[in-house]
DNA sequence: TCTTTAATAAAATTATATATCAATAAATAG
DNA sequence: CTATTTATTGATATATAATTTTATTAAAGA
């Protein structure tokens, strides 16, 4: 008896999937609780970091505002909107060299990394 | 009459040099508070901010907890100790190439970014 | 069905940062 | 040097993100 399967942990696993386009922990909320009045926040907020440790989820840390919250598990980086803050994915680029490169530079070890990129989405471009 | 030098800016700078490792703003708030115990933590972020801006500091968003300073302001990025929670300095990896094509991939435009290593220490590494 | 205990709901708490606003003091003019 | 202007400050309140606490509930195995 070890992991439990609960209504809730679908609920906030279903709607990340649903929302798709990298929801913040409140934006899940809002969609769950719309199905599940009840439901907590912190049973949200337990849920997706608890998935994302298991792997079922990504867990983007936004170095700005809220984190977000990535049904797509295949490695790729984020780029943030910096007029509207809306995020969209972004190619990943030749991580294994940076690592190595950061490893050998610092003397640290066992390193990985997190990039955010920030620009102007192509809709605040044309609304501009 | 637009910008003013007062005690307090200059204390926050000082600081900001003293501790050279990166400080939070709670860690400049500790050391400026003890030669100027009347000083308001949001003065101390004010100054941060604003000085920030000007180009006399650099902040670092850190995508996990708070933010940091850096005195140094020539490019470089980053490392975070995984166990410790230390920052150290990490080298700057081709960024234009990074930001080229990310806007490229995503139809962004004035794309930056900012990248942050994890690792283990040096002196993690030892204790372990 | 009964038992165990992982998971939940609700509220309080922590951490980081910003907003408000009356009071203060830095820069400049006279 | 003094007066005036207003940027800056201090104190407090507020905002946001996330975690902790604790009694209760319910999932899974016996």
């Known amino acids: 008896m070890e992991k439990r399967n609960t209504i809730q942990k679908q609920l906030v ?3 990340v999937h649903k929302l798709a386009n990298h929801p913040t922990a409140d934006a899940v909320y809002d969609m769950v609780s719309a199905a599940h009045p009840n439901i907590s926040k912190a049973t949200v907020y ?3 970091t608890g998935m994302s ?3 079922k989820l990504r867990h983007i840390h936004m170095p700005n ?3 977000r919250f990535d049904h797509c598990l295949t490695p790729h980086n984020h780029i943030e909107c910096t007029i509207c803050g809306g995020v969209a994915d972004a190619p990943q680029i030749t991580p294994e060299l940076l690592d190595e490169q950061a490893a050998k530079e610092t003397g640290f070890t066992e390193v990985t990394h997190d990039v955010v990129f920030y620009g ?3 809709n605040c471009q044309s609304n501009a």
Chains 1, 2 share one sequence.
């Open 53 to 55: 440790e298991e792997g």
């Open 13 to 15: 696993l279903d709607a």
């Open 65 to 67: 505002g809220a984190d």
């Open 120 to 122: 102007v989405c192509p």
């Open 46 to 48: 337990r849920n997706l």
